[in-house]
């Protein structure tokens, strides 16, 4: 299951393109009204013969209804123009439609050897719009996706078309994990909601669990592992089961969806996977998170939290530290040499 899966994106061009259109509009009509006032009375000789309603309607007036026609005719097909373009992407292939009465449909196929680069001039720096350029470096050939809204943003979208297994899940080696200790992309809990001390449910216990889930989608993805104990045995589900009103994996995924549902949001699900992997004579649950592209925040006790992973721990950062976070996460992904160059 990839990250971006069968998906099909679609990305307009900003909506400062349509101002700065109207706004070239306004001048040329401007122009043609200057046009029409000078050039002596020929104009008006041409109305009053070539027209039969010139005797009716004044030419002052008509010259006014012809431009506000023009006008309102230019600002309909300019609009439309803008309405009907736009690019979309997908796993594998990127498109571009446009056309307002003769449709045109543009596909490209998309390789590995592909690269994205986004260029923005000083008025797209200013209002947050710019190109995005996809260049294969075997070939030399380039598919320019144009005038769009904040594209540093929609980068990894495109990167994601360009590779869609980049991000996936794929099943988890659980020797290998009972084998390795707590890191930035692993974390170990005995249960999601039986505690183990008291030996009832803890609701608290399912809020340290998505705290590391929202922390993996805010830092670089990771597996949490639920039913193992502090020296890495596995203890399994049971207990956990046993607390539901389904007793099984089923059940267990069911009630996880719902906490994450509330707690963090289920425009977010798809970036999490569950496995149910055996142990011995016991099954684990493998919570397989990849990284989130927007910000993920917490929602406990009538608040917002934002956490990250920094080490083997899972960290809560201020509301000034939040944007500081995401400039620095995006600034590291460009200068780690990968494909994505912002000028």
């Known amino acids: 299951m990839k990250s971006l899966g069968d998906t099909v994106v679609t990305i307009k061009k900003s909506p400062f393109i349509l101002v700065r259109t109207f706004i070239g509009i306004e001048l040329l009509i401007f122009i043609a009204y200057l046009l029409v006032l000078g050039g002596g009375s020929y104009k008006y000789d041409l109305y009053t013969q070539s ?18 026609g023009v006008q309102l005719f230019v600002t309909i097909y300019a ?6 373009e ?12 446009r056309g307002v009465f003769l449709k045109k449909n543009t596909a490209v196929s998309l ?13 797209g720096k200013l209002f947050h719009y710019g190109s995005i350029r996809i260049k294969d470096d075997s070939s030399g050939t380039a598919f320019v996706i144009a005038d769009v809204s904040r594209p540093d943003e929609l980068v990894e979208t495109i990167e994601e078309c360009i590779n869609p297994e980049r991000d996936s899940f794929t099943a988890p080696d659980v020797q290998k994990l009972l084998g390795t ?20 449910m803890n609701r608290d216990l399912e809020k340290a669990a998505m705290k590391t889930v929202a922390a993996f989608l805010n830092s670089h993805g990771g597996e949490l592992v639920i039913g193992v104990n502090n020296a890495r045995e596995p203890i399994g589900l049971m207990n956990d089961y046993q607390t539901l ?4 994996s089923d059940g267990f995924e069911n009630h996880f969806t719902q906490v994450f549902n509330v707690m963090i949001g289920p425009e977010f699900r798809h970036l999490v996977k569950l496995w149910f992997p055996s142990a ?13 592209r927007m910000p993920v925040y917490l929602k406990t006790d009538n608040d917002e939290h934002f956490y990250v992973r920094t080490g083997n721990t899972t960290t809560a950062l201020k509301l000034s530290e939040i944007e500081a976070y995401q400039r620095s996460r995006k600034l590291n992904r460009t200068n780690q040499g990968g494909p994505v160059q912002t000028v």
């Not at 009716?56 to 506000?68: C, D, Q, T």
């Open 181 to 200: 200790e707590e890191h930035e992309h692993l974390e170990f809990k005995s249960s999601l909601r039986f505690d183990h001390h008291s030996g009832k």
């Open 111 to 123: 390789k590995k050897s592909m690269t994205a680069t986004v260029s923005s001039n000083l008025p």
């Open 245 to 248: 009103q389904h007793q099984n």
């Open 280 to 292: 011995g004579q016991t099954n684990l649950c493998v919570v397989q998170t990849l990284k989130s």
């Open 51 to 68: 027209f039969f309603f010139s005797g009716v309607l004044p030419y002052s007036i008509a010259k006014l209804i012809f431009l506000a």
């Open 86 to 97: 736009s690019y979309s992407a997908g796993p594998g292939i990127i498109s571009h439609q």
């Open 79 to 84: 609009f439309a123009r803008w309405y009907f």
